[in-house]
């Protein structure tokens, strides 16, 4: 059993160096690295270079290509890779010592098509353990329950905490238009294809956290909340089981994003504004969601307008 290690890589010399040395000190000689330079303008790609050199003995593959973005940059990895399985890593993040250890143990043990675990997230001056579940321990998860997870984005969609069987990614790839939330994008397809899952209570990961506004733009917000849409659309289709209000989470998440999205979407939730409403309770007693997300939820479900022009007086400051 050996790991396809996939690392999309784009102007982070900042931390590139960490991050790869975290890897290659502890993948065995039958894992595979694939570095993806999606046309850094910085010295990302000559770090990539010397790492390479420096572990010849380690399965490196070096890609070096014109920036066409990351949906299109994780596509060729998921095309290039061999291993048995497909372990994505973000460039400016990190591993903890012996996390390749523990996750091909578990696998050897259980078999699993999907390992999920715990991680940290890094900030300027601190770093905070994250669990998944946190009244748990390491176990196999029942599918239906995993499900229910997955449709309210519990736990986040971010690929790099799930290490996933490479034959689960058949026929599913990166929307290619699609600039950021690419792994929300296809992260429910996953588990839907999955049958077997199996936690590790134990933070692996360290996951930095870069503040950017991109999710200010409007054309970002537009695109967010139409994905939201479109994952929702899917569980209620494939899986009407799943109540309404677990679906909706991600949609009313995105909906509080400052403009009236309502107005692009005719199919399905024609003002999310009174779904918030008649949801709010159960939205407030969600421990994933935090202070932030629960009192914009709050505030919209007072007064669109009103969150907007608090929004826009916080971001003048």
């Known amino acids: 059993m050996n790991l396809s290690i996939i690392i999309p890589i784009y102007n982070v010399e900042k931390y590139l160096n ?19 330079n999606d046309g850094s303008s910085d010295n990302s790609f000559n770090i990539c270079k010397k790492y390479k050199d420096l572990y010849k003995e380690n399965n490196v593959r070096l890609i070096n290509k014109n920036n066409e973005g990351i949906a299109k940059t994780r596509n060729i990895g998921l095309k290039i890779a ?32 999907i390992i999920l675990f715990d991680f940290y997230i890094v900030k300027k001056n601190s770093i905070k353990q994250c669990c998944i579940f946190e009244k748990s321990r390491s176990k196999k998860l029942d ?8 449709a309210q984005d519990s736990f986040r969609s971010f690929l790099w905490r ?3 069987k490479r034959n689960i990614y058949e026929n599913i790839c990166f929307p290619k238009d699609v600039q950021m939330m690419e792994d929300f994008s296809i992260y429910h397809l996953l588990f839907h294809k999955a049958k077997t899952f199996f936690y590790i209570k134990k933070p692996l990961y360290y996951y930095r956290l870069v503040d950017n506004s991109l999710s200010k733009k409007n054309k970002d917000v537009i695109l967010m909340y139409s994905i939201s849409l479109q994952r929702e659309e899917f569980f209620r289709r494939v899986y009407p089981e799943i109540e309404e209000k677990y679906r909706l989470v991600p949609v009313l998440s995105a909906s509080c994003l400052g403009i009236d999205v309502y107005i692009l979407n005719k199919k399905i939730y024609t003002n999310p504004q009174l779904l918030i409403r008649k949801y709010l309770y159960f939205l407030l007693t969600r421990n994933y969601l935090g202070l932030n997300k629960k009192m914009q939820f709050i505030l919209m ?8 022009r608090i929004r826009t007086f916080i971001q003048k400051l």
């Open 301 to 308: 479900s007072i007064s669109n307008k009103l969150l907007r």
């Open 162 to 164: 799930t290490v996933v």
């Open 18 to 36: 960490k991050c790869l040395k975290s890897v290659l000190d502890q993948i065995d000689k039958n894992d595979e690295v694939i570095l993806i």
């Open 82 to 113: 061999t291993g048995d399985y497909i372990f994505w890593i973000d460039s400016d993040d990190w591993l903890e010592e012996n996390c390749i250890k523990k996750v091909k143990e578990t696998i050897k043990k259980f078999q699993s098509d």
């Open 143 to 150: 599918k239906n329950e995993i499900l229910i997870e997955v």
